[in-house]
């Protein structure tokens, strides 16, 4: 079983950037999918981005799209989300996941089965 921990979240202002990342171990994310997804209080869970490790394709939430980049660095066993032109919606507290095997249903929280703890992103105006 993969175990995941979220880093790099905070405070920046609207417009400022991010970098998340989430570190794996356990398991490498060499035959894995993995997944952003974020949550504001109140609120479900929704899908932020994926990507499938071996081949590298990605995907990305139609709110986010052109201003976030999934990437992976292969050597850290790592993956980050670069975000930028941060809004104030974009506040909440964001979550990687994974799962093996499956390079389909990215999209949904159900299909991951390995989630990290979370860390909380505040874009204040």
């Known amino acids: 079983q993969v175990q995941l921990v979220e880093s790099g979240g905070g405070l920046v202002q609207a417009g400022g950037s991010l970098r998340l990342s989430c570190a794996a171990s356990g398991r490498t994310f060499s035959s894995y999918a993995v997944g952003w997804f974020r949550q504001a209080p109140g609120k479900e869970r929704t899908f932020v981005s994926a990507m499938t490790w071996s081949g590298g394709t990605t995907y990305y939430a139609d709110s986010v799209k052109g201003r976030f980049t999934i990437s992976r660095d292969n050597a850290k066993n790592t993956v980050y989300l670069q975000m930028n032109s941060l809004k104030l919606e974009d506040t909440a507290v964001y979550y990687c996941?994974?799962?093996?095997?499956?390079?389909?249903?990215?999209?949904?929280?159900?299909?991951?089965?390995?989630w990290g703890q979370g860390t909380q992103v505040t874009v204040s105006s």
């Open positions: 996941a994974a799962v093996t095997s499956i390079i389909y249903g990215l999209r949904s929280p159900s299909t991951y089965n390995s």
